[in-house]
């Protein structure tokens, strides 16, 4: 049975979600997204000008490719969220959304409080909701509980590149989980989002790793390969740590010994 994301009734067979932000050119933006093997990509409303499609991200989005989604990066209130949601909506870009609550200019820190409420009204009205959130055990399962198709808990902040620092906090999380569980921001190298795999989360999303890189399209094929290797060792069961050695040979019975 082939082994697929299932993310609100539908299946991807990639677990790498790309963002388009920080790329040189929409050029290899779209070389990188054809090697990461994404089937998600998500775009921020605040990038899109709807007025100009020749030139607009979208234009260089295949979206029969590519399941769109756009996300509230920029809101730093759930009023601001909701409005960006609904404009997304009404400019025909679906009723997939990634919700993003920033109040916090410094650290790009989730609003937990703005983030809640405003999943809980865009999911009354139809949206299938992905919040970024704090690696918050608590938020996490009670979000899933008002109906978000997954939670994004973030590995450490936005951009910083030090893979995963809340790694307890998001162990309980997958723990718990009834939804999907994609690790989101602060992942820098392949090797985070293998880690993150081998952990049992469900996927991982990575932008500025990938777009920063000299080469972002070998960068690109680094994590589809790096995701791929994570889920199978999840899948393969890795070896318990253990405070002593223990010999993979056996001790006794060597030639020459009684």
Excluded: C
Aim: proline letters at 6%; a negative charge.
């Amino acid at each position: 049975m082939p082994d697929t994301l299932k993310i609100a009734g539908k299946e991807f067979n990639s677990r790498l979600l790309v963002g388009t932000g920080k790329f040189s050119s929409p050029q290899v933006m779209v070389q990188a997204l054809e090697a990461s093997g994404t089937e998600i990509v998500t775009v921020a409303l605040r990038r899109i000008d709807l007025s100009r499609p020749e030139t607009d991200i979208l234009h260089f989005i295949d979206r029969n490719k590519y399941l769109l989604l756009p996300n509230t990066s920029g809101a730093r209130n759930s009023i601001e969220a909701i409005r960006l949601a609904r404009l997304s909506r009404e400019a025909g870009l679906g009723n997939w959304l990634k919700l993003e609550v920033i109040p916090d200019p410094q650290y790009l820190l989730p609003d937990p409080i703005e983030t809640f409420k405003a999943a809980e009204i865009l999911i009354k009205e139809g949206f299938i909701v992905l919040p970024y959130i704090n690696a918050d055990p608590v938020l996490a399962k009670r979000l899933a509980d008002i109906g978000t198709a997954t939670v994004m808990p973030l590995g450490s902040p936005i951009g910083s590149a030090k893979g995963i620092k809340t790694k307890e906090n998001i162990r309980i999380i997958i723990e718990q989980a009834t939804v999907p569980v994609v690790v989101d921001a602060g992942l820098g190298a392949p090797s985070h989002a293998t880690e993150a795999l081998e952990m049992g989360a469900d996927a991982v999303l990575i932008n500025t790793a990938i777009a920063v890189a000299e080469d972002p399209v070998l960068m690109a094929e680094a994590f589809r390969l790096a995701v791929i290797a994570g889920r199978k060792g999840y899948e393969a069961g890795i070896a318990q740590e253990k405070e002593q050695a223990e010999a993979s040979s056996p001790l006794v019975g060597i030639v020459g010994q009684k």
